[in-house]
């Protein structure tokens, strides 16, 4: 039941108080000067107890936000982050409402990022972990025998669970704000072309078109955050493009924006617009059952705004095209 809060427009606790006091008194008197008539036992009572009345009535609105908040505590304390304290004063005590439920509001939010990011990590900590363990058990039982093609079987699975690991544990960072930046000026088009050479393997060869203009053209940015951005969107790009399409990097510049932009663009089915929002969430895949760990560009997405840049994603006739910009100074 919402009691009603007479005092809620008043902006300070001090003048609730001096109003309380002085209406009982005000009240007091005026119930004594009607009653004068009586015995005058009988009109001190009365006033006695319109004054109680009034003073019952209104208290019980200036210290309900109070038992509030006590009760969402003691539920807090119990894991429910839902309960909220009606905050419509204007005085202090409403203030520290608002600040109980932006507390509560950012408790719950944590709270199910942790249930969430569990639920995750088990889920795709599970794959891997079962097809290695089923591997390793056919090696042992003779099912298999341990030729190269069952020991790179079983490789892959052991990197593919140090790559999860590892991108949590850069996820974990940067959230945490513990990479600091080292900017420093770099010539663009050398850096994209070890960002290539290094992201290209024996095993997975990729087809990468880098176009910068003009020639020359010059970033100021962590180079090391930076290749972690270009090398998982170059990943995600190839691993979600045709096996024979090459992707394209264009990188240019937007004098009026004062930002560098660059594209990296893929011929594959692209990302549904109803996606676009979430795909750089962690463990979002946009709808793409690939393999992948989903935390790639909720990486680059980090690391992008570390810079106080934007990542976003394209509206392209065809494939997927993700741009990342960046301040030029």
């Given at each position: 039941m919402n009691w009603p809060r007479p005092l809620d427009p008043l902006r300070s606790f001090k003048a609730k108080t001096g109003l309380l006091v002085g209406a009982s008194l005000v009240l007091a008197s005026l119930t004594f000067w009607v009653t004068s008539q009586w015995q005058f036992r009988y009109a001190l009572l009365a006033a006695l107890v319109a004054a109680l009345v009034v003073t019952q009535a209104l208290a019980h609105g200036m210290t309900s936000p109070l038992r509030e908040m006590t009760a969402a505590a003691k539920a807090m304390a119990t894991g429910d982050y839902s309960r909220r304290v009606r905050s419509t004063s204007r005085d202090e005590i409403g203030q520290l409402a608002a600040a109980f439920n932006q507390m509560a509001e950012d408790l719950e939010a944590h709270d199910r990022y942790r249930r969430e990011l569990i639920g995750n990590v088990s889920h795709e900590l599970r794959t891997p972990i079962a097809a290695l363990q089923a591997v390793l058990e056919n090696v042992v039982d003779g099912v298999e025998i341990p030729d190269e093609t069952t020991m790179r079987s079983a490789l892959a699975q052991a990197e593919r669970l140090g790559g999860l690991v590892a991108d949590l544990l850069d996820l974990s960072r940067l959230e945490g704000g513990a990479v600091p930046l080292r900017l420093q000026t770099f010539e663009i088009a050398p850096f994209l072309d070890d960002v290539v050479r290094q992201a290209s393997t024996p095993a997975r060869p990729l087809r990468v078109d880098v176009d910068v203009a003009p020639a020359g053209l010059q970033a100021v940015a962590d180079s090391a955050r930076l290749h972690q951005v270009i090398a998982n969107l170059v990943d995600n790009a190839a691993r979600h493009g045709s096996p024979h399409g090459p992707v394209r990097i264009r990188v240019r510049t937007d004098p009026h924006a004062g930002e560098l932009l660059l594209d990296v663009h893929d011929d594959g089915p692209g990302i549904a617009a109803a996606d676009r929002s979430r795909v750089f969430e962690r463990f979002a895949r946009g709808g793409a059952q690939d393999g992948g760990t989903g935390l790639g560009l909720a990486i680059?997405?980090?690391?992008?705004?570390?810079?106080?840049?934007?990542?976003?994603?394209?509206?392209?006739?065809?494939?997927?095209?993700?741009?990342?910009?960046?301040?030029?100074?």
């Open positions: 680059a997405r980090w690391a992008v705004e570390l810079h106080a840049g934007r990542i976003e994603v394209l509206d392209t006739p065809s494939g997927c095209c993700i741009r990342v910009a960046l301040p030029q100074a």
